[in-house]
Every structure is written in structure tokens, then in C-alpha cells.
């Protein structure tokens, strides 16, 4: 059973960075895609970054593309999401996702395994 608990969400304003990290237990972390979505008030949930097992390819969404970078740690099964140039439409809840099936998969929504997110508030 996969589990996945998300840290590092808080209130920031316009301009801020702001880095928010998941860790990853009960299975083998590097066979393991890794992604952030996020679902923002009154809209449907999107994909914001993904990462392979690997590290070596990652799909970022248009509007975080040059201002997130997602990474991942294998020695410590964690993946985080440093998130710079926050702007208000960022407000969101951040969840991290895990999915076995390769990072492209997760940049077309899909997610095997969600933590339960944790909540980014950038205001003016």
C-alpha cells in the first residue's frame, strides 16, 4: 500500500516562492512516477508538474511551465515542488500523486495513488 503525506503549504503573497514536499513509503520509490495536481476553489482538479522514477524526464503544465520545478529523492523517497513567482491564481490545494504507469501517463491526469494535499493561499 502506497502512502503519501504532503508538507510545506501555507499562506505567501504575489512574488513569494514557496516549497511544498511529499514523501512516498510502502513500496520501491524509484519504480514509481511522481506528480503534483492541484485542484483550485470552484474548479476541476489539474496537472501541474510529473516526474519519472529515473528523474530524467519530467511535463510541466503551461501556466507553471519556467516557475515550478518539480525534483525527487531517492535516497529519501520524497519529492518536492519549489513553486516561485507564486501568483494568486496558484491558490489551490497541492496534491502529490504516484503512479507506476511513467510520468507522461500522470501528465494526461492519471494518478494510481493521492495524499490527502495541503493547501498553497498567494495573496496580493
Known amino acids: 500500500q502506497v502512502v503519501l503525506t504532503e508538507s510545506g503549504g501555507g499562506l505567501v503573497q504575489a512574488g513569494d516562492s514557496l516549497r511544498v514536499s511529499c514523501k512516498f513509503s510502502?513500496?520501491?520509490?524509484?519504480?514509481?512516477?511522481m506528480a503534483w495536481f492541484r485542484r483550485a476553489p470552484r474548479k476541476e482538479r489539474e496537472f501541474v508538474a510529473s516526474?519519472?522514477?529515473?528523474?530524467?524526464?519530467?511535463y510541466y503544465a503551461d501556466s507553471v511551465k519556467g516557475r515550478f520545478t518539480i525534483a525527487r529523492d531517492n535516497a529519501n523517497n520524497t519529492v518536492i515542488l519549489q513553486m516561485n513567482s507564486l501568483k494568486p491564481d496558484d491558490t489551490a490545494v497541492y496534491y502529490c500523486?504516484?503512479?507506476?504507469?511513467?510520468?507522461?501517463?500522470?501528465?494526461?491526469?492519471?494518478?494510481?495513488?493521492w495524499g490527502l494535499g495541503t493547501r498553497v493561499t498567494v495573496s496580493l
Open positions: 500523486a504516484a503512479s507506476p504507469f511513467g510520468a507522461q501517463g500522470m501528465a494526461a491526469g492519471r494518478g494510481d495513488y
Open positions: 510502502g513500496r520501491t520509490y524509484s519504480t514509481y512516477a
Open positions: 516526474i519519472s522514477g529515473n528523474s530524467d524526464t519530467t
